[in-house]
């Protein structure tokens, strides 16, 4: 039973890590160089880094819209 509980617990951490990284890469920071550090972070303690960055994810982010509108109709 401890083994099971234990594997568990090691699945759900590396699910955590990984949709960290993967949020972290995907994510528009309002300072760019938060995404390093944020990376940095987790990179180096993974299930504390992971969780401190998704309860911390909402001030360092911004949800507008991206402002690149190419102009594809060039005459």
Same mark, same amino acid.
């Given at each position: ?8 617990f090691? !699945? =759900? ?5 990984? #949709?960290? %990284?993967?949020?972290?890469? @995907?994510? @528009?920071? &309002? !300072? *760019? ?6 990376? =940095? &972070?987790?990179?180096? %303690? *993974?299930? %504390? #880094?992971?969780? =401190? ?10 949800? /507008?819209?991206?402002?690149?509108? *190419?102009?594809?109709?060039? /005459?």
């Open positions: 039973m401890e083994s099971i509980l234990f594997l568990i090691w !699945i =759900l951490a590396f699910l955590v890590y990984f #949709g960290a %990284i993967i949020s972290i890469t @995907r994510s @528009r920071f &309002i !300072i *760019p160089l938060n995404r390093t550090v944020w990376l =940095l &972070i987790v990179l180096f %303690i *993974p299930v %504390i #880094g992971s969780v =401190l960055y998704f309860l911390n994810k909402k001030k360092y982010t911004t949800k /507008e819209k991206r402002k690149f509108q *190419p102009n594809f109709n060039r /005459e």
